[in-house]
């Protein structure tokens, strides 16, 4: 029988709808890593640091790529706050009685001298298999990333269970005024998925190494000491000179170490860190802190290598000086700031205490600067491991999948610190030679980008589901 092409053209379509209702989604649509790439290259052209205005212009741009892709006008919300601002795009889940799911990143950058530069930091290049820029790692790879993403959810029909609402914050290299803004307004959500937090190691030869699921981070707190005295001519010296005093202050400062602390982070990073080691003498060291947290001479071997330091106890040191106000007088004031990195659960409050302790000076005058904020870790939750393990050994077979802590703070701490579980799953893997986030001449390769892809569109829908 001779089947006519609109009784044909009229099956296939029933056969598709079909197929479609059966699935319960649409045809998946493939990754775009030229487009993602052409998004990570505009978006490094906004010199989105302190002071240049330029975070609104970006995330305008940012909500142009995903209007694109289908976003109406109201799934998307540009919040100017001063001279920055907020991003929020949100692809409505099926269920509203669920709480989203947040994907989360910053739009800002640290500032960068041109004439320091080999390339002009805000013209992005391509060479030699590398995209070069200031921001390109530190976060506009992984939010380009997250930006595709959205996109392609969109373009192809995707129907979460929970919303996913990308958020970008405006200022996290500086006050993080606008992430505590979105923290406040956001709390009430199931997770956050962190693109500045976590990520992959290559080793020198290109193989992979490991990947480290980021479920906690220690907190930023800076404190100002201060000494004053009447002063006089220079002529008449007193022994009350506040340089004095603030230079013995610093020095038992110097000699003050905080007790050794850990948590299942730690212990699983450290552990992790003994395997690969082996038998060498940090290896040693390793196994042994790992076993017992509690060994003190272990803690202190671990703080004299940098990479190990900010994983066993919290760390405050001296950052900057100032004094006296002129050449020939004895000076009426001297001060230091010292910077502190605080493990997990430990309030800035506790730590003040011990710097005051410490610095055993009653006239010294101890002042926490700003408004710190201290969160503990989240947990480890089975659904986020998978989900991130998944994702990752489809990238790489068998490759260790670690959670970890952060020395440093990103804009999970005001999520944490409200109750959000927070998880810092970037994309990007790199070798210790291409680490120049905040520094000269910072790339990213362009390889991972279609991986990287493929990683954040598994980890989203797994969870979104």
């Not at 045809?27 to 030229?34: F, G, N, R, T, Y």
């Not at 800035?348 to 410490?358: C, D, H, I, S």
Request: glycine share 8%; aromatic share 6%.
């Amino acid at each position: 029988m001779k089947l006519s092409a609109t009784y044909l053209g009229s099956a296939l379509m029933a056969l598709v709808l079909m197929t479609l209702v059966l699935c319960g989604a649409p045809a998946m649509a493939a990754s775009d890593p030229e487009a993602a790439k052409d998004v990570l290259k505009r978006s490094v052209a906004f010199e989105s640091s302190l002071g240049k205005g330029q975070v609104p212009a970006l995330a305008a741009y940012y909500a142009s790529v995903l209007k694109q892709a289908g976003y109406a006008d109201g799934d998307i919300e540009i919040t100017p706050m001063g001279e920055t601002a907020t991003l929020a795009a949100t692809l409505k889940g099926s269920n509203p009685k669920l709480k989203p799911i947040l994907l989360s990143g910053h739009m800002d950058v640290v500032a960068a001298n041109k004439a320091d530069w080999t390339r002009d930091p805000f013209v992005p290049v391509e060479e030699n298999g590398y995209i070069f820029g200031r921001g390109a790692e530190d976060n506009k790879y992984d939010v380009a990333m997250m930006i595709s993403t959205m996109a392609r959810l969109k373009k192809e029909g995707f129907r979460p269970k929970r919303s996913i609402i990308l958020l970008l914050s405006g200022d996290e290299e500086t006050s993080m005024t606008t992430t505590r803004a979105l923290a406040q307004k956001y709390k009430d959500a199931e997770l956050l998925l962190n693109g500045d937090g976590g990520g992959g190691t290559l080793g020198e030869d290109g193989k992979p190494v490991l990947y480290k699921i980021q479920a906690g981070e220690k907190t930023y707190a800076d404190f100002e000491v201060s000494f004053t005295d009447p002063g006089g001519h220079s002529s008449a010296p007193t022994a009350t000179n506040p340089v004095y005093r603030m230079a013995k202050a610093i020095g038992r400062l110097e000699a003050f170490k905080f007790p050794p602390m850990s948590n299942e982070l730690t212990r699983a990073t450290l552990k992790v860190a003994a395997s690969r080691a082996g038998g060498s003498d940090i290896g040693a060291v390793l196994a042994r802190y790992a076993a017992d947290p509690t060994d003190v001479a272990a803690a202190d071997q671990l703080s004299t290598h940098p990479e190990f330091i900010g994983q066993v106890r919290t760390t405050c040191i001296p950052t900057m000086v100032n004094g006296g106000h002129a050449e020939n007088a004895l000076p009426q004031r001297a001060a230091f700031n010292i910077n502190c990195r605080i493990f997990p659960g430990v309030p800035v409050e506790t730590v003040k205490a011990e710097l005051v302790r410490v610095i055993a000076d009653s006239s010294a005058t101890v002042t926490t600067k700003d408004d710190p904020t201290s969160s503990d870790a989240s947990p480890l939750r089975k659904d986020v491991t998978a989900a991130v393990t998944k994702a990752v050994r489809a990238r790489y077979p068998g490759l260790e999948v670690v959670p970890g802590m952060d020395a440093g703070a990103t804009d999970s701490l005001y999520f944490r610190a409200l109750g959000v579980p927070c998880y810092g799953v970037a994309s990007l893997f790199t070798k210790p030679s291409d680490g120049f986030a905040h520094g000269l001449n910072e790339r990213v390769p362009v390889a991972g980008i279609g991986a990287s892809l493929d990683q954040w569109y598994s980890v989203v829908t797994d969870l979104s589901k």
